[in-house]
């Protein structure tokens, strides 16, 4: 069974820093990941897919990389900004294309 | 793309009753997933279609609970003799034939009193 873990589960950051938040997967056999942003009562807006032949993705200021023999991933947000400020969820598809989610890491980035 | 919606964005009803909110994919999107996420949790599976045929159906949808997505374009879910356990925001999401991006509506914030 996929298990998906996020860490941490709530980060507090000043504007302008740069931070990682964490995903780890327990089955490696993905085919790709997919992180979201999720705003308070809101609908889940995609951020970045990573296919299992990638190793990084880029938009803007976010980047995701995955490391599958590992299983892990990390979203990297550079320059954060209190717009970022979010629960952002990593997942992995099961049969089917479901998805299968973390639990989420609610970002608060100050000004 | 207009994007997946969903109808109604909230509803509050009483233990017992029965609701059914719908999802409009977008359009050309043959697969159509629906999940359930309640309050700090990440979103959990519930059941998808691929066209018209529902294709898998999670533990977590009981008898209580009926999808369906006549002639392969929006959907319908409805929960009878609702509980409060069922309190979530249910949320559609839909895919491209050959593609690997879901893309998420606003979801259904239900609440049952």
Known sequence: KQEVTQI????????GENLVLNCSFTDSAIYNLQWFRQDPGKGL????????????QTSGRLNASLD??????????????PGDSATY????????????????????VNP | ??????????????????????????S???RLYWYRQTLGQGPEFLTYFQNEAQLEKSRLLSDRFSAERPKGSFSTLEIQRTEQGDSAMYLCA??????????FGPGTRLTVT
């Open chain 2, 1 to 26: 793309d207009t994007g997946v919606s969903q109808d109604p964005r909230h509803k509050i009803t009483k233990r017992g009753q029965n609701v059914t909110f719908r999802c409009d994919p977008i």
């Open chain 1, 89 to 108: 969820l990593c997942a992995v598809p099961l049969s089917g294309s479901r998805l299968t989610f973390g639990e989420g890491t609610q970002l608060t």
């Open chain 1, 8 to 15: 941490p589960a709530a980060l507090s950051v000043p504007e």
């Open chain 1, 45 to 56: 807006t995609s951020l970045l897919l990573i296919q299992s032949s990638q190793r990084e």
């Open chain 2, 94 to 103: 839909s895919l491209r034939g050959g593609g690997y991006e879901q893309y």
């Open chain 2, 28 to 30: 050309e999107h043959n």
């Open chain 1, 68 to 81: 599958k023999s590992s299983g892990r991933s990390t979203l990297y947000i550079a320059a954060s900004q």
